[in-house]
Every structure is written in structure tokens, then in C-alpha cells.
């Protein structure tokens, strides 16, 4: 019989969160040893909707139409991981949250698309309901689980709200979840082929801090509010504040979509289950390789429609890719502070394309922190001609205001 696939997206969640200590994760990081893990996989952006949309269809948004969380309805004539699973003869599910609404058309393909309350949790009272819903599926069936446990605001258990689990809230939080999702995939059908992947990642270091609370809010006002460019005084604030971060977060910045560095875009992907092999993969690759591969792994035929990704498998044979990913969170304001940014062989290029402002290049072997921008080097037009070109026409806008708010973006 032909295996079924659960994929688990966790909502912000860091690579380097998994198989280090800054967070007590056994089953995550045991999955992670055992099943096929991607350590260098990066987002497309740092902000949900687009992310999915990538997740779902193997497209960047300017092939997609799914930009920002406002812009976020899918081109109709973009085919869907559920729509190939679902012309396989696959039962499809999707149980999600956040601004994931079916309004997006990410629901195409799904036979029962679940949209839930943020605050219903794999960690709380959901748990059981969630497990009743996957386990009545027809198999083969394939399901996607999007999760809020570690998104900010978190909601750490009392049980784990204890520095063994984690310096911050959000990796108390996620040590509370890693215990939920073993319970949760040990109910799962034997013959079940699990995905663990993050949308994109988080900043965690500085929430508490006063003194940077007051620095991101002076720093908004002035770049993203007045369209100052701030750059050269942030620099200098963070290689004074940065020096020896316990996790390599940026002072001044929070959250997730109003950056691409590293922190933001490095996100896991782990495969474990029958036909999966085991290893550890160090090449850069790309969340839009994740629909190819899938549909590589499960033999279910692609189907019409264009894909900028590639599949992994086999995974010995990878080369790095390069990696092409924007920041465009609704903290920026407006989408003249928008970031473009492409990753490779070493360095990363970084751009405004809505504002008079130099692009940026960094050696991230030598400045893994992005505080050192390069003078006048030739690789960086070799980076930029990646970005890719946007399809025309209008973007088609939610009314989705009140929602967001309730997420935590005001």
C-alpha cells in the first residue's frame, strides 16, 4: 500500500533550534539524527502566507501572485502539491491557523481545509481533535499540519515554563510542543511518511530588553516610517550589542518579516518513514524544492505548471542552490522597505528594490552576523541577476485587517 504523508509545519521554526541545546527537544532532534535532515534549507521569505504558497506550489511569490500576508490570493493557474497528491488517489487534509485562510486559495486541492483559532493547540485541548481528524482519513492520505505553539505571543505550559527547557519563552515552548508532536505521530498509521519543516524562522534573543525595545521602535519610525536609511547607525548599534549573542539574533530586531538574515530564512526540513534513507544534508537548498521533492519521493506525477524548485533526491548528489528570499512583513510598514535577497556560495546579496538605497553584500564565512557589508566586489551582479522577474498584473488584496491584529501584527 502506498504510504501516507503527514507534513508538519511549525510556525517559525529555527534550524538551529533543532539538535543543540538552546531548547530540550528529543524527539525533534532524534528524528533529525534518524530520518533525512536538511540543515541548510532557506525560506523564500519571513513571513507565513508567501512561505506557504512557495511550500505548496515549488514557486517563488513573483511566479505565484502570493506576496506579502495582504497580497496573498494564489494564481488560479498555479497547480497545488494537493491537487498532484489528490489526482494520485490521495485523501488531502490541511488543518491550519494563522493567516492561512481559505480567502488565500492555498485551500485548492485539499478536500477538508480546517482553519482554526490560534489559540487551539497541539500542546492544549486540540490535541485529541486533531488526532480524530487524521486518523478517520482514507489512506493513502496526505495531510498538512500547520502549528502556532512557538509563533509570539508564545504560551509556555507551566510544566515547562523552567530554564532545563530553554534560556527564552519561545524555546520553552517548543520543548512543550516536541513532547505533543511524539504523542501525536506515535497515533499516526505505521505506514506514515513524516515531514517536519518551519516556515521561516524567529528572533528571540532580545524581547525582554528594554534598551531594545526602545532602539526597533526609534529604528521604525526613522527607516520604515520616514524612509531614512538607518543602516550604518543600525550596524554600529549591533556590533556593540552583538558581540557574543547566546543565539545569533540581531539587537533591534524581533519577530520574524522585516529581515532576511540568516536567523529569519535558515529553517529545518526533516523526512523520516518508510522509503526514506537516513543522512544529514549540508548543501544549501531551497523551500521550493520541497513540492519536487515530494512528489520525487512519493512517484506522484507533477502535472502541468512550472516549478522554480528541484527535487533533493538523491541527496548524496546534491550541490548547494541558490537560495532567493524577501522579507516583506507587515513590521515594515509599507512595501517600500520590502528586502530582496539572494544566498550563495558563501555570500549574500541584499536589496531595496523600492528605494535610492546601495545594495549590500557580506562574506558569511567571515561575518555570519551580516555587520560588515563588502566594498565594490564583483560577485555581487552575479548574485542580483537571480532575482527573479514578477509575472504582471494587479495583486489582489485581503480584508484581512482584523485577523492580523488578533496574530500579534499591528
Known amino acids: 500500500m ?9 510556525d517559525c521554526l529555527r534550524s538551529d533550534f533543532i539538535g543543540t541545546d538552546h531548547a530540550d527537544t528529543p524527539f525533534l532532534d532524534s528524528l533529525a539524527a534518524d530520518g533525512l535532515s536538511f540543515d541548510e534549507m532557506y525560506a523564500t521569505a519571513t513571513t507565513t502566507t508567501p512561505c506557504v504558497a512557495s511550500l505548496f506550489t515549488g514557486t517563488y511569490s513573483e511566479h505565484n501572485g502570493v506576496y506579502s500576508l495582504e497580497a496573498a490570493k494564489l494564481d488560479a493557474d498555479v497547480p497545488t502539491l494537493a491537487e498532484r497528491f489528490s489526482a494520485a488517489g490521495y485523501e488531502t487534509a490541511a488543518l491550519v491557523t494563522g493567516p492561512l485562510v481559505a480567502e488565500t486559495d492555498l485551500d485548492r486541492g485539499f478536500d477538508t481545509y480546517e482553519w482554526r483559532d490560534r489559540r487551539e493547540e497541539l500542546v492544549g485541548d486540540w490535541f485529541d481533535e486533531a488526532v480524530d481528524t ?50 501525536f505521530v506515535d497515533r499516526m498509521p505505521a505506514n506514515t511518511v513524516l515531514a517536519v519543516h518551519g516556515d521561516h524562522g524567529e528572533a528571540v534573543a532580545y524581547r525582554d530588553s528594554h534598551l531594545h525595545r526602545a532602539g526597533r521602535f526609534l529604528r521604525t519610525g526613522l527607516r520604515y516610517g520616514l524612509g531614512l536609511d538607518t543602516r550604518g547607525l543600525e550596524r554600529r548599534l549591533k556590533r556593540r550589542f552583538d558581540r557574543d549573542p547566546p543565539v545569533p539574533d540581531h539587537f533591534m ?45 512519493f512517484g506522484v506525477e507533477p502535472g502541468g505548471g512550472a516549478v522554480d524548485g528541484e527535487s533533493l533526491l538523491p541527496p548524496d548528489e546534491l550541490e548547494g542552490r541558490v537560495a532567493y528570499m524577501r522579507a516583506c512583513g507587515k513590521s515594515l510598514l509599507r512595501e517600500e522597505n520590502w528586502q530582496r535577497a539572494v544566498r550563495a556560495d558563501g555570500r549574500k546579496y ?6 535610492d538605497w546601495g545594495p549590500e553584500l557580506y562574506d558569511l564565512a567571515a561575518d555570519p552576523l ?23 498584473g494587479e495583486r489582489e488584496r485581503l480584508a484581512i485587517d482584523g485577523l492580523l491584529e488578533d496574530l500579534g501584527y499591528k
Request: glycine share 6%; aromatic share 10%; proline share 10%.
Open 350 to 355: 541584499v536589496e531595496y528594490p523600492n528605494r
Open 253 to 297: 530586531e524581533d519577530g520574524h518579516g522585516e529581515n532576511v538574515f540568516d536567523f529569519a530564512a535558515n529553517v529545518p526540513l526533516v523526512l523520516s518513514g518508510p522509503g526514506v534513507e537516513s543522512g544529514t544534508v549540508d548543501a544549501q537548498v531551497r523551500q521550493v524544492d520541497v513540492t519536487p521533492t515530494l512528489l520525487d519521493l
Open 370 to 392: 551580516e555587520l560588515h557589508p563588502l566594498e565594490e566586489d564583483p560577485v555581487a551582479a552575479r548574485l542580483a541577476s537571480h532575482v527573479p522577474e514578477a509575472e504582471g
Open 134 to 183: 487524521v486518523i478517520d482519513l482514507s489512506e493513502p492520505f496526505f495531510c498538512y499540519l500547520h502549528l502556532w505553539e512557538v509563533h509570539d505571543p508564545v504560551r509556555v505550559p507551566e510544566e515547562f515554563d523552567d530554564p532545563a527547557y530553554g534560556r527564552y519563552p519561545y524555546a520553552r515552548a517548543l520543548s512543550a510542543l516536541d513532547r505533543a508532536l511524539e504523542r
Open 2 to 10: 502506498r504510504p501516507n504523508l503527514l507534513f508538519v509545519c511549525v
